[in-house]
């Protein structure tokens, strides 16, 4: 497998833009994860998905980002409009889940650095 | 409500000598994960070792082994024969019955030649 994949791996755009963030997790996995990355706020879980219907999304930030999960193999974050503070790296990551089963780890892709100028 | 906590925001070691990472979580949950992943420079986030929380041994991987102690609810890295290419930020991470998984702050670790 050749892993979780993450497109663009680098984006730059100007404040207002809208960028779309993609993602394609592991055949198989049914636990979809986006994660953002900052110095300055560390690791943050924005929303995630188990089946492809979103479980949890009150870690995204406000109503610029939004996130799909239309299949099992793609997931997209949008953010809309873009803003300076919205840069940082964004992580994608799929893990499967079964029921009350926690020992399957979160397989990560490359993520996108994101910058907005 | 479910959290870790990584005390050690950096950490420096020499060459082939062992180095424990800290990490400490918080759950109500009787069933739970323990995990940890490395962060080198180009920023991927690799798994390195998981626990789970009826598990009676530490867990092992090769260098990296899990100090899991249940009831002071700590789950520490140890890295044995540290290489320079251990060098990288590393994360605990918890999941729990809400499938979410949990990540602490991070360390930094510098192994020193």
């Known amino acids: 497998d050749a892993g979780v994949i993450q497109s663009p791996r680098h984006e730059v755009t100007e404040m207002g833009q809208e960028v779309t963030l993609r993602c394609k997790p592991i055949s198989g996995h049914n636990s979809l994860f986006w994660y953002r990355q900052t110095m300055m706020r560390g690791l943050e879980l924005l929303i995630y998905f188990n089946n492809n219907v979103p479980i949890d999304d009150s870690g995204m930030p406000e109503d610029r980002f939004s996130a799909k999960m239309p299949n099992a193999s793609f997931s997209t974050l949008k953010i809309q409009p873009s803003e300076p503070r919205d840069s940082a790296v964004y992580f994608c990551a799929s893990s499967l889940w079964a029921g009350r089963s926690q020992n399957t780890e979160a397989f990560f892709g490359q993520g996108t650095r994101l910058t907005v100028v | 409500a479910q959290k870790i906590t990584q005390t050690q925001p950096g950490m420096f070691v020499q060459e082939k000598e062992a180095v424990t990472l800290d990490c400490t979580y918080d759950t109500s949950d009787p069933s739970y994960g323990l995990f940890w992943y490395k962060q080198p420079s180009s920023g991927e986030m690799i798994f390195l070792i998981y626990?789970?929380?009826?598990?009676?041994q530490n867990a092992t991987e090769g260098r990296y082994s899990l100090n899991f102690q249940k009831a002071r609810k700590s789950a520490n890295l140890v890295i044995s024969a540290s290489q320079l290419g251990d060098s990288a930020m590393y994360f605990c991470?918890?999941?729990?019955?809400?499938?979410?998984?949990?990540f602490g702050t991070g360390t930094s670790l510098t192994v020193i030649p």
């Open positions: 626990q789970g929380s009826y598990d009676q």
């Open positions: 991470a918890m999941r729990a019955t809400g499938n979410q998984f949990y």
